[in-house]
């Protein structure tokens, strides 16, 4: 968790930075790829929680077997999505009014990588190994930070080629330590049944990390769509000041995952742990919400500079729309983690309901807003309803 808090921090550090140096238009460019890399990770977060869960469940032969079916899909995935991103850059750039293609080029040639490191940790994950689970995020972070810095510093260059050649060589540095060498070279194969778990398992959970990338990042995109540079490279600000909340929460997540999935192997109560983690997150929320409701100028002011102070205002409503979902979001993590499927259903549902409200009402950024809490709102309540009528019934 110490360490999840200083790769957090890192990685604003790195928004907020280059959000003062580049300013809101440059920003703005900035923000897709940063976009881009976080819609890309349902897949990669797919890949990681499928080994996590797996490397629990079953022996190490068949553990074995495992990682090279998956690392073997893994490539095949990675290869092609990065030949699309390769072969639609032009289109890319027009859809999302970048200033070149060419980032989207460097892009797509890290995207492989990406999903070879989710593989990586899950695996560190899956077995506890938090310490080297650790130094893979503290190399991403560390590197891509430090990188960046230095190449935005001393290349007079056009800002998003260099920030995506920082994104690039950071996924390189975070294959280290690379566990992955010693299960590939095995000739260990799952059986029918275990592929079917496997399959079912990474199918409903790349619904969910699909919904969680629509959840999160649409409104970025579709912002960066229907606004100009300026107004989009604010929105990009509030989201990252607002979602700090939802950063925070992954660590809990986290923890979550391979706890819950540990005791239901061996038969033993886990309500009480969601419980716990629910209670923790909700106490974050509140106290971020409360934070950007009374000091809004104060907070935008600190992490981006005066070219931001016109976002002040709607801090706190996007903060709050975060809250919600990070919330909701621990009750559909928990679940999955246990084989029932229903949250992730419903969160798939709201988060195009999300979509849809805002592709229809868009005139103004606090507009935006409001259609993500109404959205949010409504996922929270079915969740929770969803839970008291499973304690209940059990």
Known sequence: MISALLVNAGNYLYNLIIGRLLGPKEFADAAILITFLLVLSF??????????????????????????FVVKRSLIIGLLMGLLIIIFSKQLQVVFNTTTSNM??????????????????????????????????????????????????FLNFQSSILISLGIFISLICSLFPFELKKYTNSKNV????????????????????????????????????YFNNYDAGLYASLALIGRVVYFIAWM????????????????????????????YITLLSV????????????????????????????????A????????????????LSIDQYIPVIITGILGITQV???????????????????????????????????????
């Open 43 to 68: 897949i990669a977060m797919t890949f990681q929680l499928v080994t996590t869960k797996y490397i629990v469940l079953f022996d190490n032969s068949a553990a074995k077997a495992l990682i090279n």
């Open 104 to 153: 989207f080029l460097i892009f797509g040639i890290g995207v492989p990588f990406y999903f070879l490191m989710s593989i990586n940790r899950g695996i560190f994950q899956g077995k506890k190994r938090f310490v080297q689970l650790s130094i893979t995020y503290q190399a991403e972070m560390v590197s891509r930070l430090l990188i960046t810095l230095i190449f935005l510093y």
């Open 190 to 225: 799952l059986n029918e049944q275990q592929k079917k778990l496997v399959f079912k398992f990474f199918i409903l959970t790349a619904f969910y990390e699909c919904t969680q990338i629509i959840i999160n990042n649409s409104d970025i995109l579709l912002v960066k769509h």
């Open 252 to 279: 809990f997540v986290m923890l979550l995952l391979p706890t819950v999935v540990n005791k239901e192997k061996e038969g033993l109560p886990h309500k009480g742990v969601l419980i716990k983690y629910v209670g």
């Open 287 to 318: 106290s971020i919400v409360f934070v950007s409701y009374l000091f809004p100028e104060l907070v935008v002011n600190l992490l981006f500079g005066k070219a931001y102070i016109t976002i002040a205002p709607l801090l706190w409503k996007y």
């Open 320 to 335: 709050l729309a975060t809250s919600i979902f990070a919330i909701s979001n621990v009750f559909a993590y928990y679940y």
């Open 356 to 394: 849809l409200l805002i592709i229809y009402f868009h005139d103004s950024l606090h507009q935006i807003i409001i259609m993500q809490i109404i959205a949010m709102t409504i996922l929270l309540i079915i969740q929770l309803l969803f839970f008291f009528f499973k304690s209940t019934k059990e």
